[in-house]
């Protein structure tokens, strides 16, 4: 009879632990699929990201200046192809904004680093009725690193970091044997790691890119840094699990 009770016991226990780890299963999931969502939101509401692209610039540029590099970063940059039937009147225009201009007989690139207060709106109005046009483009974050050869690089929306770091927050938050304590130390570990690495990225892409050439560094930013990226987010989460969440369950089991 005992060895009924608790052969009953262990089967209960059995299937409250298989419950509960469907439950923590399901709830891991659930949190995922929603930073997903959340991440989709922001970008759509703000999918040029002008202001995250300027920051990131700024610090690269700062990072390849410390590399004795020639680097300049411009939140106003516009390159035009000389045949286009809107050259002419984009060219006046921008000198009168006090751009400097650079490049060849076939292509020009116009460069500003402040653009005043009250000409921005007319600058915005401008540019935007030159998106149709294909010969001309224009950014709000680009480095030039100039010497034998200038060598241009736009900071696009995905240069940002914004997904590793929201695939280590959501890895964080729906971790579910984990304190709000641990969690919030966690984010506050990984994120500035996170930040950094992907300044990092940037900084060797265009390099790699100034250094060796285009297709050298469509690999690195294409598939080499997609990969490690990934690696360092899992390897951070791994990390916090290990040496935070586990350590103070061991402590708090020893007690």
Not at 61 to 90: D, H, M
Not at 202 to 207: K, L, R
């Amino acid at each position: 009879m005992k060895e009924l009770l608790k052969n009953k016991a262990r089967a209960l226990a059995k299937k409250a632990q298989e419950d509960q780890a469907l439950k923590d299963l399901a709830r891991f999931v659930v949190i995922l699929t929603l930073a997903a969502i959340l991440l989709n939101a922001m970008t759509s509401m703000n999918p040029e990201m002008i202001h995250s692209r300027r920051h990131v610039a700024q610090q690269t540029n700062r990072v390849l200046q410390t590399l004795t590099l020639n680097s300049e970063y411009y939140p106003y940059f516009v390159q035009a192809n000389t045949n286009s039937p809107n050259y002419q009147q984009l060219e006046q225009k921008l000198s009168e904004l006090d751009f400097t201009t650079t490049g060849n007989t076939e292509t020009r690139q116009f460069k500003a680093e402040t653009i005043p207060q009250e000409n921005q709106e007319e600058y915005y109005g401008y540019i935007r009725n030159l998106e149709k046009d294909p010969l001309i483009y224009s950014s709000p974050a680009t480095i030039a690193i100039t010497g034998e050869q200038n060598f241009y690089v736009d900071i696009v929306p995905e240069c940002v970091g914004w997904i590793g770091l929201f695939a280590v927050i959501a890895l964080i938050v729906a971790y579910p044997h984990a304190t709000k304590k641990e969690r919030t130390l966690g984010i506050l570990i990984t994120a500035p790691l996170m930040y950094l690495m992907n300044i990092f990225r940037v900084t060797t892409t265009i390099y790699s890119g100034w250094r060796w050439g285009i297709p050298v560094l469509e690999v690195v930013h294409g598939v080499l840094w997609k990969t490690l990226l990934v690696i360092w987010a899992l390897f951070l989460w791994i990390m916090w699990t290990k040496y935070i969440v586990e350590r103070t369950n061991k402590k708090a089991t020893n007690k």
